[in-house]
């Protein structure tokens, strides 16, 4: 989509209706198995830990796996909040292995994804006035482009880009980032490059995207960190415990506690 296109399209954003959220920060990512959600998992953890009360939205819709990760059994998720069955506040779940709240999604659901704009909104307004209740609120978009990411996008102060070194990882990433700042100028737009050898490679990644941004669109994301590739990642996902209780040592859990700490 061309920036014309872009300009005439119809505006998704609720940034009209109230202004974005400086405690509320979305996750978001051009393509999907860069390990997005993991990394906001393990954000809210690091939150948590630094004494801020977070909120974890799974924002993927259709394809949610929050509960999955953290091992939570889920009574109520956003689907019932959707067909009107419960309200957002009801279907806040606490994860005990995290110490921080959760609102799950519901995976497999096309319903959900294909949500209505107006719904959307409702959605949006709803968890914007709940953020007052909690230092941070992390809202764990969907990989790509679609309306719901960004609609969701539109109520969060700050804008995460999480990619790594993969050449289509960083394409769908400029892409983002180049709708995102097009449509919500006044967001803070920043990256993570995830999975890499070594903080001089995460260095390398980000120049290689941060230079097409400053060509093409004149702005200068800036890099909010580098996480470093960890085999214990993957043990912890599988064992569905968070990476900073499993191995709080490890080098992926230092490097999220040290983005952590930039966002305060």
């Not at 709708?179 to 890499?196: D, H, R, T």
Request: with cysteine; proline share 4%.
């Amino acid at each position: 989509m061309s920036e014309e296109q872009l300009r005439k399209a119809p505006r998704l954003e609720i940034g009209n209706i109230l202004p974005p959220r400086g405690n509320m920060i979305a996750v978001a990512s051009g393509k999907g198995g860069v390990g997005k959600t993991w990394f906001a998992i393990t954000l809210a953890h690091a939150l948590s830990a630094l004494k801020q009360k977070t909120l974890l939205f799974d924002g993927d819709l259709g394809l949610a796996n929050v509960d999955v990760q953290l091992g939570l059994t889920v009574g109520h998720d956003l689907g019932c909040v959707i067909t009107g069955t419960t309200t957002l506040n009801q279907i806040v779940q606490y994860s005990d292995k995290a110490r921080f709240y959760v609102i799950a999604g519901r995976s497999g659901s096309s319903g959900l994804a294909a949500m209505p704009l107006g719904r959307l909104q409702i959605l949006a307004e709803d968890l914007s006035l709940m953020s007052s209740s909690y230092d941070k609120v992390l809202l764990d978009m969907g990989a790509g482009i679609d309306k719901s990411v960004r609609v969701l996008a539109g109520i969060a102060g700050n804008i995460i880009i999480v990619c790594t070194d993969e050449p289509t990882s960083l394409t769908d990433a400029y892409a983002l980032i180049k709708i995102m700042a097009l449509q919500y100028p006044k967001c803070k737009i920043s990256i993570v490059v995830n999975q890499a050898d070594s903080f001089q490679e995460g260095q390398r990644t980000y120049e290689i995207l941060c230079k097409a941004c400053q060509t093409f669109l004149k702005i200068t994301p800036p890099m909010l960190g580098v996480v470093r590739r960890d085999a214990r990642v993957r043990d912890a996902i599988r064992n569905q415990m968070p990476l900073i209780s499993r191995y709080p040592t490890s080098e992926a859990a230092a490097d999220v506690i040290n983005i952590a700490r930039k966002l305060l």
